[in-house]
Each structure stands twice: as C-alpha cells, then as structure tokens.
C-alpha cells in the first residue's frame, strides 16, 4: 500500500521500505500503520513506489530481500535494525523493543532474520517476478 498522506513539512519522518508484493510483508506492515505511532512513520511500498530507493541508494531488490529503513537523521537501518526502528516508534512495542534491543539486535537474530529472507526470496520470486541474482545482500548488511 502506498502513503497517500502526501509530503510532510518538517523533519524527515522515519521510512520503512517494505516488499509490497509479499502478502505477508503487506499485512504485516498494515498492522504497524494501524497502530498508534509516536512518531510519524512512512510505510513505503518499494514495489509500488521504487523510485523513493534511488534518493537513498538502495535498489529494489535489495529492499526486496530486507527490511529497510531510513530513520530521521537518515541513517539506513538493515534488517533486525530496521525492525527495532519500527517497534521503538510504537508505543505498544516500544517497551518490548526497549527491553529487548540486545537479542533483536544480536548477531544470533541477525543472522535467523537473514536466513529467513534467503529462503522467502526464491518463494517470492518464482515464476521470474524477481531477478534473483541481484538481490544477493550488500556488503554493509548484517553488521
């Protein structure tokens, strides 16, 4: 689904950039855009909308393959981060994320998150929808 809510004027809202053609990855991030944030977050569909990748660097099928996210001080947040950046920014995750930032975060769940991606990628790209050989993973994810 694409941000209607058109441009914002001030700071930069934090900005997941999700894989809108997972159904899963859909109606996870409809779940976080129903909750109340305490901060705005734009939900980018980077199927949808893959011309907001180019501004930051990433190319569509990295942020196919992994969660991005761009927080305000447009730091580029990868994966288990990315997920944290968005939990943190909900109130009702916010404690869970604050109490937990060390194993989400970890190199362990890193890791599960990756491994996750790299068998959910193939399964999402079947049938040629995806170019599979440049969604491998950048040399600054995982880290």
């Not at 809202?13 to 997972?22: M, N, Q, T």
């Not at 937990?100 to 193939?122: G, H, K, N, Q, V």
Request: hydrophobic share 40%; charged share 30%; net charge positive.
């Amino acid at each position: 689904m694409r941000d209607r809510s058109g441009p914002r004027a001030g700071p930069t809202p934090f900005e997941v950039y999700y894989d809108g053609g997972c159904p899963a990855c859909r109606r996870e991030m409809a779940h976080y855009r129903a909750q109340q944030a305490a901060v705005p977050i734009r939900f980018t569909d980077v199927v949808a909308e893959p011309e907001r990748l180019a501004a930051i660097g990433i190319t569509q099928r990295d942020a196919i393959h992994r969660l991005h996210a761009r927080d305000e001080a447009g730091r580029i947040l990868v994966g288990m981060r990315a997920f944290h950046g968005v939990w943190s920014r909900i109130p009702r995750y916010a404690g869970f994320a604050r109490r937990l930032e060390w194993l989400i975060t970890s190199r362990a769940m890193e890791w599960l998150y990756a491994r996750f991606c790299d068998l959910r990628l193939p399964w999402r790209c079947r049938g040629g929808t995806c170019d599979l050989k440049a969604a491998r993973p950048t040399p600054t994810e995982g880290r």
